[in-house]
């Protein structure tokens, strides 16, 4: 049963840590996600990557989150300096336009604390 | 102007019976893509059914259906002898466009509706 998976699943930090959230998509997906849900925002599409590319991290803040994709199989999203309004539940999502649908298939998330 | 509007941030079901969840949509984009993602009180997303723009017939995914109506840009998701574990969060979601370029595989969201299923 192929799944995203990320990790850490959970993590508190203090104001001004740098945090490092991790993406494995499913085999043979090339697009990746990552979003921000909170319950004032929703659900927000924050990057995401074709074929390992960036093709758009405009809901980014750029002088402090970063999105990567070093390789086929891991994508990181980084936070630094991290801030208390960062907490929220960050997902990755991967998706192909194999299956003519493009639906995307979303991790189980990392639910972030700053303090 | 929201391009996905679910009316409903609550609603209750009996055990047993169906449920229909509103959605509606905005885009002058004639190729679109609608998604049900359901959303459990342990966090993750799962995806429940698509219709295209293009689908002549309304999408149906075991006791899930999609209630797609073009000219009124409705698409709602009806769950049929609804179960307690049918008890979550879901979201109405759209991808606009074919795919022709960069961001043709992005989502757009509702904010979600909170279903309570009850014994």
């Known amino acids: 049963d192929a799944r995203v998976t990320q990790t850490p699943r959970h993590k508190v930090t203090e104001m001004g840590q740098e945090v490092t959230m991790r993406c494995q998509p499913i085999l043979g997906h090339n697009t990746v996600f990552w979003y921000r849900q909170t319950m004032m925002q929703g659900l927000e599409l924050l990057a995401y990557?074709?074929?390992?590319?960036?093709?758009?991290d405009s809901g980014m803040p750029k002088d402090r989150f970063s999105a990567e994709m070093p390789d086929a199989t891991l994508a990181t999203l980084k936070i630094q300096p991290s801030e208390p309004r960062d907490s929220a539940v960050y997902f990755c999502a991967s998706g192909t336009q194999l299956t003519g649908t493009y639906e995307q298939y979303f991790g189980p998330g990392t639910r972030l604390t700053v303090t | 102007a929201q391009k996905i509007t679910q009316t409903q941030p609550g609603m209750f079901v009996q055990e047993k019976e169906a449920v229909t969840l509103d959605c509606t949509y905005d885009?002058?984009?004639?190729?679109?893509?609608l998604f049900w993602y359901k959303q459990p009180s342990s966090g993750e997303m799962i995806f429940l059914i698509y219709q295209g723009s293009y689908d002549q017939q309304n999408a149906t995914e075991g006791r899930y259906s999609l209630n797609f109506q073009k000219a009124r840009k409705s698409a709602n998701l009806v769950i049929s002898a609804s179960q307690l574990g049918d008890s979550a969060m879901y979201f109405c979601?759209?991808?606009?466009?074919?795919?022709?370029?960069?961001?043709?595989?992005?989502?757009?969201f509702g904010k979600g509706t909170k279903l309570s299923v009850i014994p």
């Open positions: 979601a759209m991808r606009e466009g074919r795919d022709s370029g960069a961001g043709s595989y992005q989502l757009t």
């Open positions: 885009t002058s984009d004639p190729s679109y893509g």
């Open positions: 990557f074709r074929n390992r590319a960036p093709l758009d």
